[in-house]
């Protein structure tokens, strides 16, 4: 309940631009870093969501401060924003690497990136930032997001879901579920656009959505439950197609969200696996 409330309450306050620090670039570089890390997958999953959060109120902070400079010195739009935009594009592995560390500390492993292996691999990509910068860098994200860093995941109400069907009776093996779980998370993750735009044309049965249709869909591709749901939905059909059944009608009464939602989005995911058009 807690997680559907806050669920919720997210997409409620979603930004128009959310999204938009999610492309696959972005989260195979996080992907890849964590990998190297040897952080655990809730540490790769919460470094996206602080990155991307982060981002997007830097950026709605800088808009803002353009048009009060707009209006102060009444300068043109572009002379006001080419410096920031500059920032951002300069300091964005920086706020990458600090969203890295920070999900370190948060995700309870003992495993915790500290700033020397942070500068250690920024130095190796020929960035010259001293310590004070790191932790300078590290206090930015935190003071931009008012501290609010231990936000869920799509991972946390995947296991919560897991755990719900396995005390509601669905004998399913668990471990191998888990790991398929996981495996399908990140592959969503790197094929996000791909599979959304799929779920997109499926919903509005066409193949060349309005931009209107684009903006109402953003809250779809934002639903940490739909996602959860639509990852356990997919894995229990890949490893056992036989209980698939039960598993949605389960999903169905716990979280609300129709049969055929989750298969359209079952099938969204198994598209983009097998590369087929074959329904």
């Not at 655990?40 to 048009?67: G, H, N, P, W």
């Not at 410096?83 to 969203?99: A, E, H, N």
């Not at 197609?241 to 129709?258: A, D, F, M, R, S």
Request: hydrophobic share 40%.
């Amino acid at each position: 309940i807690h997680l559907a409330t806050e669920n919720e309450q997210y997409l409620s306050e979603l930004s128009a631009q959310a999204g938009c620090f999610k492309e696959t670039r972005i989260v195979e570089f996080i992907f890849l870093l964590s990998e190297k890390w040897h952080l655990d997958q809730l540490a790769r999953y919460q470094a996206v969501e602080l990155l991307e959060r982060f981002m997007i109120k830097q950026v709605e902070q800088i808009c803002e401060s353009s048009r009060a400079n707009v209006k102060s010195r009444e300068q043109g739009e572009g002379s006001s924003w080419s410096s920031p935009k500059d920032q951002i594009y300069d300091t964005f592995v920086l706020r990458l690497v600090s969203c890295i560390q920070l999900a370190s500390k948060l995700s309870l492993h003992y495993n915790i990136v500290n700033s020397d292996t942070a500068l250690k691999f920024l130095q190796s990509l020929k960035y010259s930032y001293t310590k004070q910068e790191l932790l300078e860098s590290e206090l930015a994200v935190l003071k931009t997001l008012h501290f609010e860093i231990n936000v869920s995941t799509p991972l946390a109400y995947v296991e919560l879901l897991l755990e719900v069907l396995g005390h509601n009776g669905c004998l399913l093996p668990a471990q191998p579920l888990h790991q398929m779980c996981m495996q399908l998370l990140d592959f969503s993750y790197l094929t996000r656009d791909s599979i959304y735009d799929t779920l997109l044309k499926i919903a509005i049965e066409n193949s060349t959505p309005s931009k209107l249709q684009i903006a109402k869909f953003l809250t779809v591709k934002e639903d940490f439950m739909l996602l959860a749901v639509g990852i356990i939905s997919t894995s229990v059909f890949v490893l056992n197609p036989g209980h698939w059944q039960q598993v949605v009608e389960h999903l169905n009464c716990i979280t609300g969200i129709t049969s055929q939602s989750i298969l359209e989005f079952s099938y969204a995911v198994l598209k983009h696996i097998v590369g087929s058009t074959t329904p």
